[in-house]
T-cell receptor, first 115, second 116 residues
Framework: DAGVIQSPRHEVTEMGQEVTLRCKPISGHDYLFWYRQTMMRGLELLIYFNNNVPIDDSGMPEDRFSAKMPNASFSTLKIQPSEPRDSAVYFC?????????????FGQGTRLTVV | AQKITQTQPGMFVQEKEAVTLDCTYDTSDPSYGLFWYKQPSSGEMIFLIY??????QNATEGRYSLNFQKARKSANLVISASQLGDSAMYFCAMREGPGLTDKLIFGTGTRLQVFP
């Protein structure tokens, strides 16, 4: 399996622009998580999906952030408009639970810089 | 409320020695899972070890073992025979459920440095 695939790996954008981060989970996984990692706040869970349905988006910082999962093999995290404080590494992770809780597998992350 | 607490921002250990990284957690759910991840300087998150709340024995994976003390709500990671390549950030994480939230939350991490 190719693992969790995120794109782009790096993104530099100007303040005010729309940014879309993409994630392809591992085939067969029914959970998908979006995390943001910064030095100040560590790894924050933004939102997670189960069977393509958003279950908990309480970590989404503002209305400027939105996430979708139109099908089992694709998810996006969108920031519109972007701000410098959104600069961080964004991770996508996927997991499954077949009778017991299982670990999440992470993508390589997208390093976002908003200037 | 902080659900996962890692009180050691940084740890040093000499090569070939053992080191323990602390983790305490808070949950009222009887069913939960505890995980440890490693994040080297290259940035990827690498799963190391898992402990289920109902597991009777401490989990082990090669040089990694998890010292699970349920009554104390602690899940410390023990790395035996440290290697230079073990230098990284280490994160403890918990997943509650099934039936509760099922989300995976992380502690703030411990930076481990292994010196020769």
């Amino acid at each position: 399996d190719a693992g969790v695939i995120q794109s782009p790996r790096h993104e530099v954008t100007e303040m005010g622009q729309e940014v879309t981060l993409r994630c392809k989970p591992i085939s067969g996984h029914d959970y998908l998580f979006w995390y943001r990692q910064t030095m100040m706040r560590g790894l924050e869970l933004l939102i997670y999906f189960n069977n393509n349905v958003p279950i908990d988006d309480s970590g989404m910082p503002e209305d400027r952030f939105s996430a979708k999962m139109p099908n089992a093999s694709f998810s996006t995290l969108k920031i519109q408009p972007s701000e410098p404080r959104d600069s961080a590494v964004y991770f996508c992770a996927s997991s499954t639970r077949t009778g017991e809780l299982r670990e999440a597998f992470f993508g390589q992350g997208t390093r976002l810089t908003v200037v | 409320a902080q659900k996962i607490t890692q009180t050691q921002p940084g740890m040093f250990v000499q090569e070939k020695e053992a080191v323990t990284l602390d983790c305490t957690y808070d949950t009222s759910d009887p069913s939960y899972g505890l995980f440890w991840y490693k994040q080297p300087s290259s940035g990827e998150m690498i799963f190391l070890i898992y402990q289920g709340s109902y597991d009777q024995q401490n989990a082990t994976e090669g040089r990694y073992s998890l010292n699970f003390q349920k009554a104390r709500k602690s899940a410390n990671l023990v790395i035996s025979a440290s290697q230079l390549g073990d230098s990284a950030m280490y994160f403890c994480a918990m997943r509650e459920g099934p039936g509760l939230t099922d989300k995976l939350i992380f502690g703030t991490g411990t930076r481990l440095q292994v010196f020769p």
